[in-house]
């Protein structure tokens, strides 16, 4: 593939300039943001445990930083990159360099914009290899391929972004997803391009699936074919051989597939569409498709095989691909009990707005929160305000339970319940501790499912269910053997997720809804947690040369 870095062992200095690159799609051409040109950006090649150099130069016209999706970053938050969360973004003409620390993560995990939403255009895979002379826990891929999952409109994405912060209603939908930045057979003008797969027959393939969509939670599958999931977020899984996958936003999943089925036809079409469950909320209703195609197979037939996919509101079908993920590695560390519970709604609302002419239900403005607290981002950043003791950006007021207990999922919910406060607030963990965070959606203004990522972390997702937590009888049900172990989990449409970490990661850590919509209305917090003792318990020191607001 020509969008490929190789990283030696240790330390390099990678290059990403960040510029405005033409390119055409679905019949039209538009200016997007990229890096160094290439839509998707550059995949990085790292080895298990490496520590590498980004440098990011801003040549684009907006303020823009970079987050490394899934790498832990021990100690190092300073290069986290969330805007105005552990940075103030660089500006057009200014530079950073990245410092990006890895540790135990392996398989596939990105990197993508965290500032406005140029994540849609400014994303790239990570490839994580085994250390030397140490191997994959399954049979070795003779080929290993990024595939990302993207989501394309005609409109200007920053335009897209300022029409729908000042109507106060719903984004405009996209016009198509993307296989590595190609919609696909099935759009206008996107045959010639679409995204091929060449395969010979006999060999195995790892597939590095990343969803990089801005707003949609995606199935995949591939006709005739089987995928056999080994790892998922930077993380081992047991072998699960599959029909179908579910990924959202944010995660990733490393998917073996045996090149051995080919009959008389040489093609067969990966295909995504939206998994979406919520009545009455308009999405992207398209399917993308590449060609899985056999190199030493004859075409006899025109068009590729079409797999079947999930329906677009099949929560079983979602839930059960979800359910059946179990991680490899033995648990880290005893998941027996825990020190600290952090019980949080996380929910649509709506905010009053003048004349009730915004463009939510009833004129109001559409919000979302986490314990009813919209989170409003802060002019600088937490960590700088955090590190020098400054006064005035940031309270510490997350509250650790829902500030009001109603029936979070039942339907004819009281208006009043709708509007949340709006406030910059974080929750400060001890060094150390062993937190339970348990994600409770609600139904107010509309249930539905929402990709939960934290940064600086995995996390084991102990148990998931629909309706209320129970916290007598959920726990009983927990998997506290092989759960598995992610950045970013599915909390059900009108139901509950229960994760668990070791807070061992000292720093300022983002937490957040990975549907970008939601981010932009507020469904998040930040995790500050504490130094420890030792000089090893605590964050490194600052860098110089920090961007300014
Ligand atoms: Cu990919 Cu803050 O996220
Ligand atoms: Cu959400």
Known sequence: MKCRLMLPIDSFIAMFMVKETSYTRLCAKKDILTVNGQFPGPTLHVRKGDTIYVKVHNNGRYNI??????????????????AYITQCPIQPGHSFNYKIIFSMEVGTLWWHAHSDWSRATVHGAIIVH???????????????????FGEWWKEDIMRVLREFAESGGVPKISDAYTINGQPGDFYPCSSKDTFKLNVTYGKRYLLHMINAAMNENLFISIANHSLTVVGADGSYTKPLTTNYVLISPGQTLDCLLEAKHASTRGRYYMAARAYSSATNIAFDNTTTTAILQYADHPVTTTSPLVPSLPCYNDTTAAFDFVGRLRSLDPVLFSLNTFDTQIYSTVSLNTLPCQNRSCAGPNGTRLAASMNNISFVSPQSDILEAYYDHIKGVFGTRFPRVPPLFYNFTGSNLPLILRTPKRATEVRVIEYGSIVEVVFQGTALVVGLDHPMHLHGFNFYILGWGFGNFDRYKDPLKYNLVDPPYRNTVLVPINGWAAIRFKAVNPGVWFLHCHLERHITWGMETVFIVKDGNRTEERMLPRPLNMPRC
């Open 130 to 148: 085994p250390k030397r002379h140490t191997k994959y826990p399954f049979p070795t891929p003779h080929e290993e391929v990024p595939i990302i």
């Open 65 to 82: 930083t970079i987050h490394w999706h899934g790498v832990k970053q021990p100690r190092n938050p300073w290069s986290d990159g969330p």
